[in-house]
């Protein structure tokens, strides 16, 4: 079982670039890119709470669970 992070999938159909997501929510490039990778281990509420206002998407959209890994 395993989180899946789909961020690149939701910032393509918003045509949106990890650079200007970065900057809009503040937080750092390699940050968010350990995020979009899903190598992150946590993530702070307060920060995914930002990506989905930047973002206008649910937490569902960019995080999903899959229970076959």
Partial sequence: MAVR?????????????LTELAERVDITLANLSILKTGK??????????????????Q????LTYDEGE
């Fill in 5 to 17: 992070v789909t961020l690149d999938d939701v910032l393509h159909a918003r045509r949106m670039t």
């Fill in 59 to 62: 937490p569902g959209d960019i």
């Fill in 40 to 57: 992150a281990k946590a993530i702070r509420f307060s920060t995914l709470e930002a990506i989905c206002r930047v973002l206008e998407c």
